[in-house]
């Protein structure tokens, strides 16, 4: 045999590295079960219908072009959307998709992140002062989870003491966002009564701001709004209202979007931002160069982000389904069908990135020299958090470095989430010393 020849994997091979890619046995690590998909020609059958899709050219593909729909995951993974899940432009096509995404947007310029990172800077440097002084912590509860819910909280203009109300209901909805199929009766019933409380929530949020806006993400959605309701309008009369029918007056919301939209920008703009930091501290504490690397250069923390978003996404998978005949590596597929698109596997694939499996925070140091990663997505559904979430963990990279802090993994396989699309730790104990202030 040529020994460049790869081995093709075995049908039953494929198979048990589909199921184990969704096994939550293997969410410490479906690295191998990718690595095996990445090398089976073609596209393998996966859950509900789909077909998994692990290579990064093919997932580049699909992800660039508009004709494959995000619509259909709401109805894909999840048959009863519409009564536990309100609506949001992530499963919108244009022209709602591009209408809501246009109205957010403006919520999250440049100009306005940049203006959050002294807010993230002093988070960052008092939940570090509590860590050290602890000397053994859970990261995830000392510092990945606490940083960016006080930064989405702040932003939106939750109550600080209401930081723990949207954690609970959060957390509920995250894990809610997995299939259906993969989730018990109980963690069913839990998104059902996450989802009630948060509309409640914030419906009560809303009515306030619209007679007292505030400088707040809240108060420029209220303003955006088709239907004002009075302050003493509850959250069940505003969904109500709002299942008659949904804005098409240009850019404006209409109740339930409205609850939607900020449904998913404090699910989205929080939990996959705690996955991300502990997954960034956790890689950096297992591979010392490459700290080593950063202390040498601190402004290698910018790009340092880039490649722990490559290296260990914070969301693993999502989904599109072809509006019309379409082909992606050769295969064509018809009208209706539905991928499982594998991000993780694709910022693994050596094809796009060589030795992907290495963590490098070089990598991105050269602008345009290395291919973009898949962990925000791209084209119309690009993260329009990204650049906040980027923030987020700069600013923690920043302070390790320039306080000296030493972090020590107490475990070499921490205890993951069983969530599957926002994929994350539960835990990550170390012991957390510093040197130099």
Same mark, same amino acid.
């Given at each position: 045999?040529?020994?460049?020849? +790869?081995?093709?994997?075995?049908?039953?091979?494929?198979?048990?590295?589909?199921?184990?890619?969704?096994?939550?046995?293997?969410?410490?690590?479906?690295?191998?079960?990718?690595?095996?998909?990445?090398?089976?020609?073609?596209?393998?059958?996966?859950? $509900?219908?789909?077909?998994?899709?692990?290579? @990064?050219?093919?997932?580049?593909? +699909?992800?660039?072009?508009?004709?494959?729909?995000? &619509?259909?995951?709401?109805? $894909?993974?999840?048959?009863?959307?519409?009564?536990?899940?309100?609506?949001?432009?992530?499963?919108?096509?244009?022209?709602?998709?591009?209408?809501?995404?246009?109205?957010?947007?403006?919520?999250?310029?440049?100009?306005?992140?940049?203006?959050?990172?002294?807010?993230?800077?002093?988070?960052?440097?008092?939940?570090?002062?509590?860590?050290?002084?602890?000397?053994?912590?859970?990261?995830?509860?000392?510092?990945?989870?606490?940083?960016?819910?006080?930064?989405?909280?702040?932003?939106?203009?939750?109550?600080?003491?209401?930081?723990?109300?949207?954690?609970?209901?959060?957390?509920?909805?995250?894990?809610?966002?997995?299939?259906?199929?993969?989730?018990?009766?109980?963690?069913?019933?839990?998104?059902?009564?996450?989802?009630?409380?948060?509309?409640?929530?914030?419906?009560?949020?809303?009515?306030?701001?619209?007679?007292?806006?505030?400088?707040?993400?809240?108060?420029?959605?209220?303003? &955006?709004?088709?239907? !004002?309701?009075?302050?003493?309008?509850?959250?069940?009369?505003?969904?109500?209202?709002? #299942?008659?029918?949904?804005?098409?007056?240009?850019?404006?919301?209409?109740?339930?979007?409205?609850?939607?939209?900020?449904?998913?920008?404090?699910?989205?703009?929080?939990?996959?931002?705690?996955?991300?930091?502990?997954?960034?501290?956790?890689?950096?504490?297992?591979?010392?160069?490459?700290?080593? $690397? $950063?202390? &040498?250069?601190?402004?290698?923390?910018?790009?340092?982000?880039?490649?722990?978003?490559?290296?260990?996404?914070?969301?693993?998978?999502?989904?599109?389904?072809?509006?019309?005949?379409?082909?992606?590596?050769?295969?064509?597929?018809?009208?209706?069908?539905?991928?499982?698109?594998?991000?993780?596997?694709?910022?693994?694939?050596?094809?796009?990135?060589?030795?992907?499996?290495?963590?490098?925070?070089?990598? @991105?140091?050269? #602008?345009?020299?290395?291919?973009?990663?898949?962990?925000?997505?791209?084209?119309?559904?690009?993260?329009?958090?990204?650049?906040?979430?980027?923030?987020?963990?700069?600013? !923690?990279?920043?302070?390790?470095?320039?306080?000296? !802090?030493?972090?020590?993994?107490?475990?070499?396989?921490?205890?993951?989430?069983?969530?599957?699309? +926002?994929?994350?730790?539960?835990?990550?104990?170390?012991?957390?010393?510093?040197?130099? #202030?």
């Amino acid at each position: 045999m040529d020994s460049t020849s +790869v081995l093709v994997p075995s049908p039953s091979d494929v198979a048990a590295a589909v199921a184990a890619s969704l096994d939550v046995a293997h969410r410490h690590d479906p690295y191998p079960s990718y690595a095996v998909l990445r090398d089976t020609p073609g596209f393998p059958p996966g859950p $509900l219908g789909t077909h998994a899709v692990s290579r @990064y050219a093919d997932c580049e593909t +699909v992800l660039a072009d508009p004709a494959w729909s995000h &619509a259909e995951e709401a109805r $894909l993974l999840h048959p009863d959307s519409e009564v536990h899940l309100p609506g949001s432009f992530l499963w919108m096509d244009p022209p709602d998709h591009t209408r809501l995404r246009g109205l957010v947007a403006q919520a999250f310029t440049p100009r306005r992140i940049q203006g959050m990172r002294s807010d993230a800077e002093t988070i960052v440097a008092g939940l570090l002062d509590e860590a050290v002084a602890k000397g053994t912590v859970d990261l995830v509860e000392a510092l990945a989870y606490p940083l960016p819910l006080r930064m989405i909280c702040r932003m939106m203009g939750v109550p600080a003491a209401a930081e723990d109300d949207v954690r609970r209901m959060s957390a509920g909805i995250a894990r809610g966002l997995d299939p259906d199929v993969l989730l018990t009766p109980e963690e069913l019933a839990a998104r059902t009564t996450a989802v009630h409380d948060f509309t409640e929530f914030f419906g009560e949020l809303a009515a306030r701001r619209r007679v007292e806006p505030q400088d707040d993400l809240v108060t420029a959605l209220v303003r &955006a709004e088709t239907t !004002v309701a009075s302050a003493s309008s509850g959250s069940a009369q505003m969904v109500a209202s709002a #299942r008659s029918g949904s804005a098409q007056d240009g850019d404006r919301l209409s109740p339930v979007e409205l609850l939607g939209t900020l449904l998913i920008l404090v699910v989205a703009g929080h939990e996959t931002t705690v996955n991300l930091v502990a997954n960034g501290v956790r890689a950096l504490a297992a591979h010392p160069a490459q700290l080593d $690397l $950063l202390r &040498a250069d601190p402004e290698l923390a910018t790009p340092a982000v880039d490649e722990i978003l490559r290296f260990d996404p914070p969301v693993h998978l999502t989904t599109r389904t072809a509006r019309t005949a379409l082909t992606v590596g050769g295969r064509r597929f018809e009208a209706g069908e539905s991928l499982l698109l594998l991000l993780g596997a694709a910022n693994r694939d050596d094809a796009a990135f060589p030795r992907a499996d290495v963590l490098d925070v070089t990598r @991105y140091a050269e #602008r345009g020299v290395a291919r973009r990663h898949l962990a925000f997505g791209l084209g119309l559904h690009h993260c329009l958090g990204a650049a906040l979430a980027r923030l987020e963990l700069e600013s !923690v990279l920043r302070a390790l470095v320039a306080r000296g !802090v030493e972090v020590e993994l107490l475990t070499e396989r921490p205890r993951y989430r069983p969530n599957l699309v +926002v994929r994350g730790m539960a835990e990550l104990p170390v012991r957390i010393t510093e040197t130099h #202030r």
